[in-house]
DNA sequence: AGCGTTCATCGTCTATCGGCGATAGACGAT
DNA sequence: ATCGTCTATCGCCGATAGACGATGAACGCT
C-alpha cells in the first residue's frame, strides 16, 4: 500500500505525495502540537490551546492539517474531541524522507 | 545522540529549526530537484530547467531556496553555477524528523 | 431551563508562496 | 565588438497559509 511500486526510479508523482506529508509537518506550532499530543497519550483542542498560546480556532485548524495529512488520529468524542497521533503514519513519513535522503546521498 | 540538549523537554525553538528544514523539502519541485541534483553528481541551473520544465526564473528561486535551508551547496563558478547537495544537511534533516517521530512514538 | 464549556466552521485580513516574463550582469565564442 | 548563453534578481500576479474573532451547535451540570 504504501510502496513497493517503482524501487529507486521512485517518480515524480511520488514526489508531491512525500511533500504533502512533509508540509504538514513545516510549521513550528504543527510539530509542538504532535509533541504534546505524544506526550499526553491523547487530548482535546482545549489542551492543546492552553499549552501552546494561539486563538482555539487557530489550533483547530492546525489540527485539521494534521489530521487531513493523515498523522493525526481524530475521533469526535461527544464535547471533547480526541486527538492522537498515528505513529504509524509518523513513521512512514520519516522512512520516506529517510529513503529520499539515502538515496541522494548513495553517491557518498 | 546529536542533541543532548533538553532532553525531552526539547524546546519550542527547537521547533522552528526543523520545520524551517522541512518547509525547505515541503515542495515536490524542490525534491525533484534534490533527486536531479544527486543522480548528476551537480549541475548547473539550467539543466535543472531542462528536467523541470518550469521556467528559468522558478528553478532558480526554488535552488535559492534550497541553498538558503542549507541542503544544497552553491558555487558561483563563472557563468555555469555549480549546485551540489550537501548530504550531511540532508542526513541530519532525516535524523532530526526521526528522532522527533521517535520522541513522538515512545510510547508504543 | 439555563449556564458554562468545548469545539468546528465561517469570514476576514495580512503575509507569504509559487509561478511567470523581463531585465541586467557575466562569460565564451565568433 | 558583438552576439548568444546562462544566471540571478526584480516586479507582478493569483492562490494559499496562518492568524484572529464571532458564531452556533452539542453537551454537562446545576
Redesign the interface.
Known amino acids: 500500500m504504501n510502496a513497493p511500486l517503482t524501487e529507486k526510479t ?1 517518480g ?1 508523482a511520488d ?2 505525495a ?3 506529508k ?2 504538514a ?8 502540537i ?2 504534546h ?2 506526550a499526553s ?1 491523547s487530548c482535546c483542542c482545549r489542551e492543546v490551546v492552553d499549552h501552546l498560546d494561539l486563538a482555539q480556532s487557530t489550533v483547530s485548524q492546525h489540527l485539521k492539517i494534521l489530521v487531513d495529512a493523515g498523522l493525526v488520529r481524530y475521533e469526535p468524542d461527544r464535547q471533547r474531541s480526541r486527538y492522537e ?1 498515528d ?1 504509524d503514519a ?2 512512514d ?2 522512512r520516506s ?2 529513503a ?9
Chains 1, 2 share one sequence.
Open positions: 521512485c515524480f514526489s508531491q512525500v511533500a504533502a512533509l508540509a509537518l513545516s510549521h513550528p506550532a504543527r510539530i509542538e504532535l509533541r499530543l505524544s497519550r497521533v505513529s509518523l513513521e513519513v520519516s524522507l529517510a529520499l535522503v539515502n538515496s541522494c546521498c548513495s553517491g557518498r
